[in-house]
């Protein structure tokens, strides 16, 4: 029997988990470079010669917030009579409800309020029990914290003048981005997504619909049975089951400015509950992505890289626990030259990720942020990495992960308005 002592074993380890982490990173820089090329093609979509009646949804559970952002939907330049308003509000703070309710008094022909005493199916629950009194042809869909432009609802409506397109999803922006580095974290890698996968979903017709700032065509919505309510991203459930039934999605470049996370429990709690969510509608409609004949080759790698794209962490949290056990464990020595070679080599492998960071960065004109990145990479990263594989193994292991609303900072300037 050969004798391996803990230093070779763990450095065999670090070398093994080069491989998979190689994959990967080579899958980041190819997708990357395919964005490079899909992202030429900007197609202009022209307006629309009858606007479809168009009914806003704002789903919000204890968010002043949400004043903010029906405020914004009642200047859109869309014309009166084809859109509606509804407050769907599951607040239990009596002072929101009444600051919502207020906007149906004022509006009675534009706004209704809804409100339940309970939270069953949390945010698609709400929006299902709202679906009962909505009225439109088109369904657009607000967080309570995102700021509408008043243009929104005349470009998000002229893709559904093809009768096959169930989804037009937009751009997220940010008002927040630069409170600190969880901030700044959260928006980078919603940026990334946006920025290098959407274009390539729009190419292959596999868009997400994101939950909010984007719009659904209520006969496809009811074609695949609504929402999911046992679904924590139940925008990424409905999207699935919308491809399988061969409607076209479009993603449109136009961004909406909303909040990502200030606190850190907020950030960890939000990207579990996507981790978890995604993979379970992987995990959910396997056999029907994998091997259906509703998708086409394309259509099953996006879904599959979008859906399972979190079991990296396992990968990266292994190279690190190895690479650090291995790095204390070793005899040792001054830092050569080679050593440099080495460390530049490994995070070449491990630099697809990064590299599509960087070229997120010039195509938004946002480069002299490239130190930002690359600290938040480094720092925040890897506790994601952490949280994330806790959250993908309970997700494969099919164990529950409790909803979990994401607190809105802007909700107390909205108190100390309305209280002065």
């Not at 992202?39 to 968010?63: A, C, G, L, M």
């Not at 509608?281 to 509703?294: R, S, Y």
């Amino acid at each position: 029997m050969v004798n391996t002592n803990p230093y070779d074993f763990t450095l065999f380890a670090y070398n093994l988990t080069l491989i998979p982490m190689l994959f990967f990173s080579i899958l980041f820089l190819i997708l990357t470079l395919v964005n490079l090329l899909v992202d030429r093609e900007h197609r202009n979509y022209k307006k629309p010669k009858q606007f479809p009646f168009i009914t806003v949804q704002i789903p919000t559970f204890n968010d002043p917030i949400a004043v903010r952002c029906v405020e914004r939907c009642i200047k859109f330049d869309y014309p009166s009579d084809k859109y509606e308003i509804i407050i769907v509000d599951d607040s239990t703070n009596i002072e929101t409800q009444c600051m919502l309710k207020k906007f149906s008094e004022d509006y009675p022909n534009l706004i209704k309020y809804i409100h339940r005493n309970n939270r069953e199916g949390f945010k698609p629950g709400a929006l299902k029990n709202a679906m009962r009194i909505t009225k439109g042809e088109i369904i657009v869909i607000f967080d309570s914290d995102w700021i509408p432009r008043k243009n929104f609802l005349r470009k998000i409506v002229r893709p559904f003048a093809d009768p096959k397109v169930a989804i037009v999803q937009t751009r997220q922006g940010f008002y927040n981005k630069n409170v600190n580095i969880i901030t700044r974290f959260a928006s980078y890698l919603l940026t990334i997504y946006y920025t290098i996968i959407m274009p390539i979903n729009n190419r292959v017709n596999c868009v997400f619909f994101c939950g909010t700032s984007g719009a659904i065509r209520r006969s496809a919505f009811v074609d695949v049975g609504g929402w999911n309510i046992n679904s924590v991203t139940e925008d990424s459930d409905l999207s699935v089951r919308i491809l399988m039934k061969g409607y076209k999605t479009v993603y449109l470049d136009y961004a909406t400015p909303s909040e990502v996370p200030e606190t850190f429990e907020a950030f960890i709690k939000q990207q579990m509950r996507w981790c978890y969510g995604n993979a379970r509608v992987f995990f959910d409609n396997a056999w029907k992505i994998l091997f259906g004949k509703e998708l086409n080759l394309r259509q099953k790698f996006m879904i599959v890289f979008i859906t399972l794209a979190n079991s990296s962490t396992f990968v990266v949290l292994a190279m690190t626990l190895f690479g650090l056990a291995g790095w204390f464990l070793g005899e040792p020595k001054l830092f050569t030259f080679g050593d440099l070679l080495i460390i530049l080599y490994r995070f070449m492998i491990a630099g697809g990720f990064a590299f599509a960071g960087i070229v997120t960065l010039l195509k938004r004109k946002q480069l002299n942020e490239l130190f930002y990145f690359i600290f938040s990479v480094l720092t925040m990263g890897m506790i994601l990495c952490v949280v994330n594989a806790i959250a993908f193994y309970k997700s494969f292991m099919n164990q529950k992960l409790s909803w979990f609303c994401t607190p809105k900072t802007a909700n107390s300037e909205i108190l100390k308005n309305d209280s002065s």
